[in-house]
DNA sequence: TTGTTAATGATAATGATTATCATTATAAGT
DNA sequence: ACTTATAATGATAATCATTATCATTAACAA
């Protein structure tokens, strides 16, 4: 997602792009990886545009309603967020034994069937599917 | 997972059949849902064999590890368990507007495509895979 | 039946997340 | 640019789920 695309996001919700949004908007776009609220505040931390854990929290709840972000859960306790890129898809593989979790990216043939599914389950159960989330666990290279 | 099976698999892990065990799966085998903890811990008083609540987060934490349970997490902040029941398998439509979670069985060629994923992910990210959870957001059909 | 040891219950402690509220920053309209 | 209405922020208290502690009790092997 662009610079221009996530403030137009925020602009249509009537959004306000406060600097702190930007930062943490920045620290996934440099840092393209599954953050938990502590470290995007760790990571802002360093930086110069600082901001509060309550903000951090706040902002990354926000983000993902709006779909600039989403959610993830690798069972450690924590919600971990993402930035949402489309149309490149990721899914995560996590580890049992030390909780390391590896992304990959779509497998050939995964979007198609998956667009399958959504259909038959819109048939079947009336959901108007939004996005999906597939992981996969077990030992990882090194723990195996 | 018949009764004597779980049994069987405690015992195979030197773990004692105790009663609060043996209630808590059989919540699960009376009553297949997603369960939380407390919902669990609820149901339970309900009955003649009652459990403290930590006793119930131990047990669903240790059922889980021994693969009788499995953890699922719609992002409503607390975990849920389920029964394991091979090789029926099913995932979760959860809705974004009122949380509602429904569990759909496995759709024709889902099974198949899994194995051909996981086949791919092996050979990629060495990962030895134990287990997946797949999970579609959307509206259900009384939000939409 | 007994002894060893794991399991339990009550509850304190922890960790993540949310709520509160006084202060500050954004952006729309002059 | 300057005001102004209002949303956003920061500090921190409150809440909620989960885990740790420890004295007591129950499982089960011998």
Known sequence: MSNHEWEK?????????TSSRM?????????????????VHEYLKKGDQKAGIATVYRN???LTKVGILHRVNFGDGKDHFEITQRPIHHHHL?????????????????????????KELTQRYGF???????????????CR
Chains 1, 2 share one sequence.
Do not use: T, W
């Open 9 to 17: 996001v925020l602009k249509k919700h009537n959004i306000k792009v």
């Open 23 to 39: 930062a943490i908007v920045e620290v996934f776009e440099e840092n393209r990886k599954h953050l938990s609220a502590e470290e």
């Open 60 to 62: 990354l709840d926000l």
């Open 94 to 118: 996590v580890c049992n034994k030390c909780g390391r979790v590896v992304d990959y990216s779509e497998i050939m043939g995964e979007s198609e069937f998956v667009s399958y599914l959504e």
């Open 128 to 142: 108007k599917i939004e996005s999906h989330q597939i992981y996969f666990y077990g030992l990882c290279d090194k």
